[in-house]
Structure formats: C-alpha cells, structure tokens
C-alpha cells in the first residue's frame, strides 16, 4: 500500500478516519495526471471533533516535562531518515518537485525538527522586582493551548512542519489544514512522522477539507487561540480579519515578488546562479522567488546574454528524472495563467528574450525585458518560471525600483563590497534581504517573515516562543498588603 491509499484521510484524536463532507478532493500528479487518491472532505463535524480532541490532550501534553516531550522530535527524525526514500518520492508525484526540490524540502524539515528539540527546553520565565519589598513578580511562559495551522502546496511537507513543530514542542496541541493539492504531503505524511514518533492521540490532529465545504469554521472556532497561515496575501486578509474578530493572534506568512540587484561592481557568473536558482526553483512556486532581477545598466548587457543562456540550458520535464530542472506547476488553471501573464506583458510592450512554451502544467521558462514601469506584472507575485529583468542607472534607482511592491518579504544584493551591499539591504522594504546570494533562504533560528503585504509576525527561533506561549504574571506577597478599605 503506498502513502497515498494509507494516508487518504482525516486524522483526529489518533484515528484515520473518513471525513463526512459532501464532495472527495481527488489528488492527482500534476506531471501526468496519474490520480493518487480520493479524500471525503471534512465537515464542519469533523472540524469540531479535531479541536475538541486537541482541548483534551493539551493540558496532559503541555504537562509533560520538555525533556520528556523532546524525544518525541528525535524520533520524528529518525523516522524522517529511515523514510527519506518514500517521502522523497511522495514529494515528486504529489508536488511535481525535482529531486533537487524533495532534497532541499527534507533537509530544511530535519533542521526544523532539530530547532524543536531546543525548542522544547526554551519557554523560559522571569522574576521581576517589585516596589513593595515583601513580593515576588514571576513571569511564566505558557503554552497557548490549542494551535491551528494552515499550510501552502509549494513545500507543504516543511512548511506544515514549520509551524506544527514548534508549537507542539512548547506545549501546544495543533489542528492543521494542509492545501486540498497536497493533502498527503503537507498532512498525512506529517500526521504519520509523529505517530511513528510516539506522539499521543489527539496532540496533533489534520483535516482535510476547503472553506467551500466548512466556511471559516476552522478560524473561528472557540478553542484555537492562534492562527498560523502560510499562503497568499488574498487569503491571509480574509484569516486575519475573521481571526482578530474573534480575538485570535495570527501569524501570516505571505506572498512576495522579490528583487534580485546585480550592482556595478558584482562578480556576474555568481550573479547569475544566484539568480537562476532564486527565480527558477521548483518552477518559481516559491514565495521568495526572484521575480525581478535588477541590474545596473552597465553591466546589463553581459549579465543579460550570460543570465539567457543558463536558463536555455535548464531542462523541463519529468521531476522523477535527476536531471530535470523544472517539473510541472501543481495544477493545469496555474500553468495557463502563467501563460496568459507572459502573453499579456508581450502584448503590453515586453521582449521575450526567452518565450516558454505551455503543455499540460509544464511550463517553460520565459525571460523579459523592456518592461514599461507601470506594467501589471511588475507588481504582483508571479508563481511560475518567468523572470524579468530590469535595468537601473545607479544605487538609488535600485533601491526605487526593488521597493516598488506592495510585497516585502525577501531580496538580494550582489556587489564586489559587502559593506555597500549591505547599506544597499537596509535601504530596502522587505523582511529579509541576503548579500551575494540568492533570495531563497530559511534557517531554523534566524526569524523569518515580510514586511508589507507580505505578512505579519515572525517564525524561527526566538520568535516562536512568542508566537506559540503566553505571559502569565503570577505575584506572591511573602508578608502583607495593606488595603484601603
């Protein structure tokens, strides 16, 4: 049986069960449509029996000593190694992801379930002085309770992961959604992991399901406390306004439409696989992706013919072949977009120095220039294998340019001074801003989130610990108060 027939359902309070919905997602291989399983939908039942199993185990959960709730991550990473295989194939036929991809996904998740060993130790409390000589101000940290998570379909294995482990570390049980096109990967297979690992029943349950069928009960249910959502800024409004109207924090980690800045002084070949990588990445499907590549204008030319030419040498195709560089985009309606993107830019006045051709979900690359400043695809967040490149005339320009985004999430300056490149990165509106290197980047401690349109708050590291626990100011008077009546 593979993961696909075992996996293909709800997980709640440690049983795999079929959801009562009214409609199956049918999940399909996006290269060749090969159908991998059919998933009834959770209702709005279901939903509600997740988070009630989470309310109960929480408090017994949260209770455990850390040291003892560690083991259970070190052993999600050993089965994480002894399944590398199988989750590395699950990857490929379920995301469309290279085997570049399905390694750079599964490394990234064992490094954030090596965060979540520490994690598990680092809710650490506080004696604070008082003005009154006779009492004691102790701050704790708490776990939130009950987490819900919302996870995307580009790396949905690491990024559901990213979320869950953390907050179960510190305490928390969790609810988590994975997106109806990877179900599998970005639920069942993390359900698995950890119950493998010995997490008990209820601590982690996963729905699979669509607001179609279940509105906004998943965010506005009483129980979860906090909200994390990775996904598009369209969606992440809508979370985060019924959230904060049922007072729930949010953490949400957006959209992007980065920039790449090639100054005068930049080593171009670096420059150029930094840019390739970070635009073209498991097809462009990637929040930090590249879109724009700025260049100075003195360099344009060069940069221009070596930046073609590696991109003509990118082979499209079948993701289970190691040689191939870009697989199929998650779905057939995402590829013609993409494709009408390309054409209505062309129509608008841009060069196709590369023009990508479209067949089923496979996407070709594409690379323009000669944009005009208010053109449309310069300002959103381009999901595919097309990458734009603009030319400036010196620093401030760059700068202009890169900020001229509704987004702000991640970039890259490449320069021969690192000083400069760094002046340059404060300068810019994002999140996260990388010198002489790609704009694709995550590591487990450093925070991590966009400024602008692309989010609010921050995940990794310390800031976990503020997203997934609480403050609780306990006082203890040793002597006695005096009141005033």
Same mark, same amino acid.
């Given at each position: 049986m593979s993961y696909f027939e075992e996996l293909a359902f709800q997980y709640i309070d440690g049983e795999w069960r079929s959801g009562t919905g009214s409609w199956d997602i049918v999940d399909f291989n996006p290269y060749n449509g090969e159908k991998l399983a059919s998933i009834t939908v959770a209702g709005v039942d279901e939903i509600d029996q997740a988070y009630r199993a989470a309310e109960r185990a929480q408090p017994a959960w949260g209770g455990t000593n850390p040291y003892t709730r560690r083991l259970v991550f070190e052993r999600a990473l050993r089965v994480i190694d002894d399944r590398e295989a199988e989750l590395s194939a699950a990857i490929t036929a379920e995301c469309g992801g290279t085997a570049l991809k399905a390694a750079f996904e599964l490394h990234l998740a064992r490094e954030f379930l090596r965060e979540a060993v520490h994690l598990a130790l680092s809710a650490e409390g506080r004696i604070l002085p008082s003005p009154n000589d006779t009492k004691e101000n102790r701050l704790y940290r708490v776990p939130v309770g009950v987490v819900g998570v919302i996870s995307p379909f580009n790396f949905p294995f690491l990024l559901s992961l990213k979320s869950v482990a953390p907050a179960l570390a510190l305490g928390n049980a969790v609810v988590l959604k994975p997106h109806q096109n990877t179900p599998i990967c970005g639920g069942g297979l993390v359900a698995k992991v950890f119950e493998e690992a010995g997490l008990p029943a209820g601590v982690l349950n996963v729905v699979v399901t669509d607001i179609a069928e279940i509105g906004d009960a998943l965010i506005e249910h009483p129980v979860p406390k906090v909200i994390s959502f990775t996904g598009s800024d369209k969606v992440g409004r809508h979370v985060a306004t019924v959230a904060a109207s049922h007072f729930k924090k949010t953490v949400l980690e957006l959209g992007g439409n980065s920039a790449l800045i090639v100054l005068d002084d930049a080593d171009l070949d670096y420059a150029v696989e930094a840019a390739v990588f970070s635009r073209f990445i498991h097809q462009g499907q990637v929040c930090m992706a590249a879109n724009r590549v700025l260049v100075d204008r003195s360099v344009e030319q060069e940069f221009t013919?070596?930046?073609?030419?590696?991109?003509?040498?990118?082979?499209?195709?079948?993701? *289970?072949?190691?040689?191939?560089?870009? *697989?199929?985009?998650?779905?057939? $309606?995402?590829?013609?977009?993409? $494709?009408?993107?390309?054409?209505?830019?062309?129509?608008? *006045?841009?060069?196709? +120095?590369?023009?990508?051709?479209?067949?089923?979900? +496979?996407?070709?690359?594409?690379? +323009?220039? *000669? +944009?005009?400043?208010?053109?449309?695809i310069l300002g959103q967040e381009i999901f595919g294998p097309v990458a734009l490149i603009i030319p400036f005339d010196g620093e401030e320009e760059a700068v202009r340019l890169a900020n001229a985004t509704p987004y702000g999430l991640s970039g890259a300056v490449h320069t021969g001074d690192t000083e400069r490149g760094v002046r340059v990165a404060k300068r810019i509106d994002a999140g996260m801003i990388h010198v002489n290197d790609g704009t694709v980047h995550d590591e487990p401690i450093v925070p991590f989130g966009g400024e602008k349109a692309s989010g609010v708050g921050r995940l990794n590291g310390d800031a976990m610990v503020d997203v997934f626990t609480t403050t609780k100011w306990i006082s203890i008077q040793h002597g006695k108060s005096r009141f005033p009546f």
């Open positions: 013919e070596k930046f073609v030419a590696k991109v003509r040498s990118l082979k499209v195709g079948d993701p *289970g072949d190691p040689a191939t560089h870009i *697989g199929p985009l998650i779905n057939a $309606g995402q590829a013609e977009a993409i $494709g009408s993107l390309v054409e209505q830019a062309v129509a608008d *006045g841009a060069t196709a +120095l590369v023009r990508g051709r479209t067949e089923g979900t +496979l996407v070709e690359p594409s690379v +323009l220039t *000669g +944009l005009k400043a208010d053109a449309a």
